[in-house]
């Protein structure tokens, strides 16, 4: 992946235990509108195998690991599922995505209500001040959330040790659920159906999040004008799913050759 030009690699989300994620078909293209539905529910063979990977790994590129509670984890004990993530993988990663967002957990986007947020963030940073080394914190947003809640969060995360934020995770509106012929389905709208929504959200960030937090954009990239935009709009650094499965690795050369 680094050979291809990407500068980071994130891989997740891992859960403490191995899951098989939810029954097929999990995963459809929507061809005509450059998205995909997603509704795989993290389907990972858990920190532990995680973790012997990355042991062999040398330490070339610039990596994350996303993590997440497993699905048969009360809602209660969500909390104790990342600390586990964090402490068992934290010492081998260069940064942690605490994804929020997925909305194929039931309970997940829970993590956007303050209180609970305030819980989370406390606990994480306590276990990674444990750790060896420090990897830097980024939290994973949902693009589905009330103005005034990310404005909230936002303020929580400025006064806070996290170093960033990832804009965003996919989108469970049935506007773009229902423009993708899809309403009947579970799962999250990626791609281009997502790029304006991503893109609303990264204002918000942009203008209220403390300028030395990192902002880290996704949702929508198929070419250098939609990386661009993003790159306008303040990312520091962009993501890329949707519009690699369709354009394959040429786009990510583009990007560096035309890009901003
Ligand atoms: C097939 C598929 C699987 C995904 N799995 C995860 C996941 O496990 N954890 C996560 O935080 N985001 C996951 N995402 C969301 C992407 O990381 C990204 O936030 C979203 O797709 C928007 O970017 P894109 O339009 O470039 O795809 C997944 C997306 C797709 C399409």
């Known amino acids: 992946m680094q050979k291809m030009g990407f500068g980071l690699v994130e891989i997740g989300t891992v859960t403490p235990k191995p899951q098989l994620g939810n029954p097929k078909p999990r995963l459809f293209r929507i061809t005509e509108k450059q998205s995909l539905l997603n509704s795989l529910g993290f389907n990972n063979?858990?920190?532990q195998y995680v973790l012997k990977k990355l042991k062999k790994r040398t330490p070339d590129i610039f990596l994350g690991a996303n993590i997440g509670p497993n699905k048969t984890t009360p809602q209660k004990d969500f909390l104790s599922d990342y600390q586990k993530c964090v402490k068992c993988l934290g010492d081998y990663v260069d940064y942690l995505t605490i994804n929020i967002s997925s909305p194929n957990t039931p309970g997940l986007r829970?993590?956007?209500?303050?209180?609970?947020?305030?819980?989370?963030?406390?606990?994480?940073?306590?276990?990674?001040s444990l750790l060896r080394k420090i990897p830097k914190i980024f939290i994973k947003f949902s693009p589905d959330e009330e103005i005034s809640k990310y404005e909230e969060?936002?303020?929580?995360?400025?006064?806070?040790?996290?170093?960033?934020?990832?804009?965003?995770?996919?989108?469970?509106?049935?506007?773009?659920?229902?423009a993708a012929k899809v309403s009947n389905l579970p799962g999250g709208i990626s791609g281009k159906l997502l790029e304006n929504k991503a893109n609303e959200i990264l204002k918000i960030f942009k203008k209220n999040l403390d300028s030395s937090k990192i902002i880290v954009a996704v949702g929508g990239i198929f070419d250098v004008d939609s990386y661009n935009k993003k790159i306008e709009l303040g990312a520091d650094?962009?993501?890329?799913?949707?519009?690699?499965?369709?354009?394959?690795?040429?786009?990510i050369r583009e990007l560096i050759r035309n890009g901003k």
Do not use: C, W
């Open 45 to 47: 063979k858990g920190m």
């Open 110 to 128: 829970s993590f956007h209500d303050v209180e609970n947020f305030r819980r989370l963030i406390a606990a994480i940073l306590k276990e990674r």
């Open 237 to 251: 650094l962009v993501q890329i799913y949707t519009g690699f499965i369709y354009q394959g690795p040429n786009l």
């Open 153 to 178: 969060l936002i303020n929580e995360i400025n006064a806070s040790l996290v170093e960033g934020v990832i804009i965003s995770n996919t989108s469970n509106d049935l506007e773009l659920k229902t």
